[in-house]
């Protein structure tokens, strides 16, 4: 398998940019796939499917890519995309029991593909839905404050007052669980 | 809780975003204020086990490399699909979520594409097979749905 630690993912999303060549983005789903499948993964979608998701995604952005010239949008856009693309089969499986959505609070302990005592997935499991998907793409999914609030439409001050409150809470969570020392 | 700085300020501070004039007011506001101090001690901690436990979960949950080049292989094939195709395998899809749930209803679809390429060749022999199956599964009526929507790819095909 080839080393993907080459050029950084910038300089890949540049190229592609640049060129729009099939290699070129080749070279971006290297590095984006894992991620996206993470992202559906780290939502309560089983191996399987979130793995046809992030395919599905990367197809769109590959057919979609010429409408991206600026290389800041694009991660916020395939992070949008992919949260579309959740929607879009949410909507479709309403009623199918063997996709778990995130909007069932008690999802988050039920996720197959990470283990069950998941210690990130234990420590969000405090906050509310909304600052829990803050949270994971803050996080997980290593968004910046700017590309969060462009994936969510939220503005900035309101992605930092959740990221500040959900860091509040899981302190004081962490304060009342803390082992108390003699 | 409590907390003298604001939570942009907070974070700014706690992320190394401020400017050098609000660095100044938010150290100045620390020393003299005894539970900020203690509040940003718990908030490095936080941000220490979050960024931790993030790390062991993404560590975790990591896809093999051959994972990865299986997908990327999918994505080559799928992308030189004509587009007929490609909407008619969505509609499929869709219509299967609908008869079995989006899970197994892309099960099927993946058993028929087992033994043919989905592509413009197999294209033929895999809307066969599917549609077999499924009006092995739930009925002839379905499995003519099937048919029909694979012939909607056809003129763009022929």
Known sequence: MADFRGPSEHDLIDCFLTTRTEQAFSDLFAVFYPQIVRYFSFRGFMNELAEEMAQDVLVAVFRKGSTIRDRSLFRPWLFKVAQNTMRQHLRRSRNDPNLRSLEDTALLEKVDKLPENDGFLDMISVL??????????????????????????????????????????IGAHLRQNQPEHA | MKHCLSPEMWTGFLDGALSPNEESMAEAH????????????????VEDVLTGAARQAKERAALEPADIRRALNRFHSQIRQPRGITCCLEALRFFLAGMLGTSAGGKVIQAAAKQTEIDEAGWAD????????????????????????GKLAEPELA
């Open chain 1, 128 to 169: 509310s839905e909304d600052e829990r998907q803050v949270m994971i793409l803050r996080y997980i999914d290593g968004l910046s404050y700017d590309e969060i609030a462009s994936v969510l439409d939220l503005p900035m001050g309101t992605v930092k007052w959740k990221i500040f409150n959900g860091k509040s809470r």
């Open chain 2, 126 to 149: 895999f809307i066969g097979r599917l549609s077999g199956m499924i009006a092995d599964l739930c009925g002839d009526g379905a499995g003519a749905i099937v048919t029909y929507i």
């Open chain 2, 30 to 45: 620390l020393a003299a204020c005894a539970h900020c101090r203690l509040l940003a001690t718990e908030f490095v901690h």
